[in-house]
């Protein structure tokens, strides 16, 4: 896979366990460009400093939450040229799912973790693309 060196990704999470994984993938795709934030309004203030071409934005967070991070960028308009994908516990995907459904001009696909990281039909040990949960 064949990434831009200037791409910038924001990386929201409360738990800097969490953080620290995306990156860590993030770097392993060659994505290099990534800074971090552990709540929404540190996610606000990272958004208003710098120009993001993608934010993987947490749900359930202290201080603000990813709802309330949506809302706010619903409302500046940003959400329109800000490609923001939530990442949440599956326990937490419900409440995505509304928000969602009721708010409209969002769109949610729900992928199985573990089926991105098992081997695809390709070659033996490759890693095959997420699918679409069912």
């Known amino acids: 896979m064949s990434v831009s060196p200037d791409v910038?990704?924001?990386?929201v999470d409360d738990v800097p366990e969490n953080r620290d994984l995306l990156v860590r993938r993030l770097k392993r795709l060659g994505i290099n460009e990534v800074e971090q934030a552990a709540n929404g309004l540190e996610t606000l203030a990272a958004i208003e400093r710098r120009n993001f071409d993608l934010v993987l934005l947490d749900i359930m967070m202290p201080e603000l939450d990813g709802f309330g991070v949506l809302?706010?960028?619903?409302?500046n308009g940003r959400i329109n040229?800000?490609?923001?994908?939530v990442i949440s516990a599956l326990n937490e995907i419900e409440p995505v799912v509304r928000?969602?459904?009721g708010r409209g001009g969002f769109h949610l696909q729900a992928v199985q973790p573990d089926a991105a990281a098992r081997p695809g039909p390709?070659?033996?040990?490759?890693?095959?693309?997420?699918?679409?949960?069912?």
């Open 81 to 85: 040229d800000l490609p923001v994908v």
């Open 122 to 134: 390709g070659k033996p040990g490759e890693e095959s693309a997420a699918r679409p949960h069912a």
């Open 99 to 101: 928000y969602r459904a």
């Open 71 to 75: 809302e706010r960028l619903k409302q």
């Open 8 to 11: 910038a990704v924001l990386v």
